[in-house]
């Protein structure tokens, strides 16, 4: 087992030989901790590792903690592995190095580390800055710093580089491919030394894509107001996240803190090239790998540990790789697969109802299986009434077929009368146009308009007759969509005689526009002719002055109305619940299905009838059905 010392900064004030007793106190108890038979075992490797702005701020404390996990896993000695924080690149004025040159100096003087690992570019400066003084003879690797910012003059043949390269431009692009309505790019960053460089580094590569976007940059402001401007960013605005190691107002952010409150109140998303920040606040893009970066660094460590030259282990800068994309932040800003580039992969996706509640779907499944017996008789039960159904609706189509004949049946007299009137009005021309043919000098004229007055007639005869033949015609129930003014219209055309013959005014007031409803016209008018025919025998034998029946069609919201009131008596308060119920009658040889059949009728076309009295007087039925979508 590999044993581990941690030494932190340490204020400049403190004695150097306060420090150096307690290093060597440290490597003491860890010598001593070992079994007894560590003889045979390989002596420990003492790394030093050199932290730019600590063991907590991301994106490098990720580096870090990836890295050492690779040693752990690649290295076959035990490791000693000692991490420092440098820090003074946290700060816009750092104060001297001198003191902790001095420091490091007193830990390790006599006892040099076997190798020297420095995590991005702060670190690897210092080291290189002050190696003469610290480690002149020890290999070193610089890991994770951009290739921008490494000292290539003060390299030496006893150093590796494993660098990074930030490709904005190609950044930008997949940004605004992913996003193609950007119109704003509001770039996030501090105003420390390094993080000035990268701002100037990201406005020239951000040139080319000025025609296209408007880009906002937020250095020159405290943290603070940042947060304050986040929640009313104007539409078609992203966030563009650099790094924020100290703001305009002097304050240093530890860790991701900056950029979770960021995303807390942010109204637009907000992307990032860091993989640390992926996975909670960022949307995602091309990115660096922190694993194949960690996984460079320590082969480069390891081969340098077993003997090999460090200037002979080269490689060439990490790229971005391939982009990854957040389902969830995806999701909440709306952002389409379609628009993702080639060879994106999209994580954290929500787990599917299987994925989520398998065992619950399984227990399911099974009382199902359990229940299918049951289900199917309650299935075939079903059947067996569904076919009473049927035969209950043939019956009553047979009745309502026969109510029809007896609706007809005392309409006779009106339906003779509609015949009879055209009929003697042909025969009355036809002898007027022989006598005039017999004249010696016949006015044809006169004879053509005889003749005209015999095709009307006859055109009159044979729509009653049509009118006649669809109302007793046994047709199954057939819906289509109808204009109600018209059906009703042609209804009221079979009673106006007998309405007339019993002295009593019958008047239709249709709606304005047309009403089109989904229904049997057949079966509606059957409903009307009962109404209407009602109203006249409720009308027949009273006294009053005023005989009416009145009609009328109209729209009422998302219904068609048909409102049959007449000027009688009304309906009694004992008989108006009633009057719908099968075999009840006022008439002294009605059936008592009339009304029935009507309100079967009515609900079979989906709509509602009921039955009132007037304020005034008389009885109003009303027939809502709905209007054809």
């Given at each position: ?8 900064a340490?204020?400049p ?7 150096r007793l307690?290093f060597?106190l ?11 038979s560590?003889a045979d ?9 050199l ?9 490098w ?6 890295i050492?996990a690779?040693l ?7 490791l000693d592995?000692?991490?420092?924080t ?8 750092p ?14 003087v ?10 991005g ?10 190696r003469?003084e610290l ?8 890991a ?30 997949t940004m605004?491919?992913?996003m ?16 000035k460089?990268?701002?100037?580094e990201?406005?020239?590569?951000a040139?080319p ?5 408007a880009?906002?940059?937020l ?15 104007p539409?078609?605005t992203v ?11 002097g ?28 996975g909670?606040?960022t ?9 194949d970066?960690s996984?460079r660094t ?5 081969r340098?540990l077993?003997?090999e030259k ?10 971005f790789?391939?982009?990854r994309?957040d ?15 080639e ?6 996706r929500?787990?599917t109802?299987?994925?989520?509640y ?9 009382v ?6 049951l ?5 075939h039960?079903?059947?067996?009434r569904?076919l ?13 077929h ?13 339906i003779?009368?509609?015949l009879n ?13 022989e006598?005039m ?8 004229d ?5 003749l ?6 006859d055109?009159?005869?044979s ?9 007793l015609?046994?047709?199954?129930f ?22 007339d ?5 019958l ?7 047309a009403?089109y409803?989904?229904?049997d ?5 059957q409903?009307?002719?009962?109404l ?7 009308l027949?034998?009273?006294e009053?002055?005023?005989r ?11 219904f068609?109305e048909?409102?049959i009131?007449?000027?009688g ?8 619940r009633?009057?719908?119920?099968p ?7 009605g059936?008592?299905m ?7 009728i ?8 009921l ?5 005034t007087?008389?009885?109003l039925f009303?027939i ?6």
């Open positions: 087992m590999s044993g581990r010392i941690a030494v932190a340490v204020k004030g403190w004695p150097m030989m306060v420090a307690w060597c440290c490597v003491g108890i860890v010598v001593a901790a070992g079994p007894a560590a075992r390989a002596e420990p490797k003492r790394i030093v590792l932290h730019s702005f600590g063991r907590d701020f991301r994106p404390s990720e580096y870090a903690r990836s050492k690779e752990e896993r690649q290295s076959s000695y035990p592995i000692q991490e420092h440098l820090l003074s690149a946290r700060f816009n004025n104060g001297p190095e001198t003191p902790f040159v001095d420091y490091l100096r007193s830990l390790y006599g006892c040099p580390p076997d190798l020297v690992m420095s995590i570019a702060p670190a690897a400066r210092f080291l290189q800055k002050y003469a480690f002149p003879d020890t290999p070193m690797v610089l994770a710093v951009e290739q921008r910012l490494v000292n290539r003059a003060g390299l030496t043949g006893n150093d590796t580089v494993v660098s990074v390269y930030n490709d904005f431009a190609a950044f930008f692009a605004l491919k992913v193609p309505d950007t119109r704003t790019i509001a770039v996030v960053t501090g105003t420390s030394p390094l993080e460089f990268w701002r100037d990201i406005k020239r590569e040139r894509f000025e025609d296209r976007v880009f906002v940059w250095a020159d402001l405290p943290f603070a107001e940042i947060l304050a401007r986040a929640p009313s960013l539409p078609h966030l563009f996240w650099q790094l924020m190691s100290v703001d305009a107002a304050v240093s952010h530890e860790g991701d803190n900056a950029v979770r409150q960021l995303h807390a109140v942010a109204n637009v998303p907000i992307f990032s090239y860091q993989e640390a920040f992926f909670r606040d949307v995602g893009g091309p990115m660096h790998s922190i694993a970066v996984s320590a082969n480069a460590a390891v340098i077993d003997g460090p200037a002979n282990i080269r490689f060439e800068p990490v790229q790789a391939p982009p994309y389902w969830r932040e995806m999701q909440r800003w709306g952002i389409s697969e379609q628009n993702l580039p060879g994106s992969q999209i994580l954290f929500e787990p109802l299987w994925e989520a398998r065992w619950q779907i399984v227990l399911i499944a099974a199902i299986l359990m229940q299918a017996g289900i199917s008789g309650m299935l039960q079903h059947r067996r569904r009473a159904e049927v035969e209950s609706r043939q019956r009553l189509a047979e009745l309502a026969v109510n029809r004949y007896a609706a007809v049946g005392e309409l006779t007299t009106s003779a009368h509609e009137q055209p009929l003697g009005s042909i025969l009355t021309n036809a002898e007027t146009a006598l043919l017999k004249s010696a000098s016949p006015d044809l006169e004879i053509r308009e005889i005209a007055d015999i095709r009307r007639d055109q009159r005869a729509e009653v007759i049509r009118r006649l033949r669809s109302i015609r046994k047709t199954p057939e819906t289509a969509e109808i204009d109600l003014n018209e059906t009703v219209g042609e209804a009221i055309g079979f009673l106006t005689a007998v309405a013959r019993r002295k009593i005014a008047r239709f007031a249709a709606a304005g526009n009403l409803v989904k229904g016209t057949v079966q509606l008018q409903v009307i002719l009962n209407i025919i009602n109203a006249i025998d409720a027949a034998e009273t009053t002055r005023a009416e029946v009145g009609v009328t069609t109209v729209r009422s919201g998302a068609a048909i409102r009131e007449d000027s008596p009304g309906i009694t308060s004992n008989d108006l009633d009057v719908f119920n075999f009840f009658t006022t008439k002294p040889l059936m008592g009339g009304l029935t059949i009507c309100r079967t009515v609900e079979a076309h989906r709509g509602q009838i039955a009132e009295n007037k304020p007087g008389g009885a009303t809502r059905l709905p209007i054809a979508q």
